[in-house]
């Protein structure tokens, strides 16, 4: 149990449908990030929010959208989806996005668009 | 461009000791960290050095030469659960961090 939970651990949708992705953090961090992990592939970070403050947006295309409430909860609003978006989408969260931080992982959503 | 390289797989046997290697050329260093993920799992934070040298812990230890941008996991007295992916990450100068691919690790009997 690492303190980052997911849901939904898996999804399948069509191209046109939209879903969510959800993330909770119980650690009192005030960083939390969105990352893409492809087979055989390093991982690829798509958004950074700290302290609910967007801080990175890695070039993410805009069918892919972020929403972080506060600083225990981050979602993944997906839509218009592409068969290469299908991966294993992983949430993390830190005590801060700069210094000495170690990022704690959720468990993923395994997408599969079809 | 910055990247980091590992060896995509390795095998070895129950018992035994095996060595994970990473290198790295990013601009700047502020860190750098081992995870583990089993398959279908969360990554876990294994190990983090920043200095130079050795840091154990437990079966595990890791090593870190920054001249060298070199840096290796060594796993002692292998067991059959830790057959894992283990994933070198980089911390770069303006604190972001650069991931390997990974190494799937396979322990044999």
């Known amino acids: 149990e690492t303190g980052v939970t997911q849901t939904p651990r898996h999804l399948v949708m069509g191209m046109t449908n939209k879903k969510s992705l959800k993330c909770e953090q119980h650690?009192?961090?005030?960083?939390m990030y969105w990352y893409k992990q492809s087979a055989k592939k390093p991982l690829e970070l798509m958004f950074v929010?700290?302290?609910?403050?967007?801080?990175e947006n890695n070039s993410v295309p805009s069918r892919f959208s972020p929403e972080c409430p506060n600083s225990s909860h981050l979602f993944l609003h997906l839509h218009t989806l592409q068969p290469e978006d299908s991966a294993l989408y992983l949430c993390?969260?830190?005590?801060?996005?700069?210094?000495?931080?170690?990022?704690?992982f959720g468990p993923g959503t395994r997408l599969l668009v079809l | 461009g910055q990247n980091i390289d590992q060896p995509t797989e390795m095998t070895a046997t129950e018992g035994a000791i095996v060595q994970i290697n990473c290198t790295y050329q990013?601009?700047?260093?502020?860190?750098l960290f081992w995870y583990q993920q089993h398959a279908g799992e969360a990554p876990t934070f294994l190990s983090y050095?920043?200095l130079d040298g050795l840091e154990e812990k437990g079966r595990f230890s890791s090593f870190l030469s920054r001249s060298k941008g070199y840096s290796y996991l060594l796993l002692k007295e292998l067991q059959m659960k830790d057959s894992a992916s283990y994933l070198c990450?980089?911390?770069?100068?303006?604190?972001?961090?650069?991931w390997g691919a990974g190494t799937k690790l396979i322990i044999k009997p």
């Open positions: 993390a969260s830190s005590q801060a996005r700069d210094g000495q931080e170690t990022q704690y």
């Open positions: 050095n920043v």
């Open positions: 990450a980089v911390r770069d100068s303006n604190y972001q961090l650069i």
């Open positions: 650690l009192g961090h005030n960083a």
């Open positions: 990013t601009s700047g260093f502020n860190g």
């Open positions: 929010y700290n302290f609910k403050e967007q801080t």
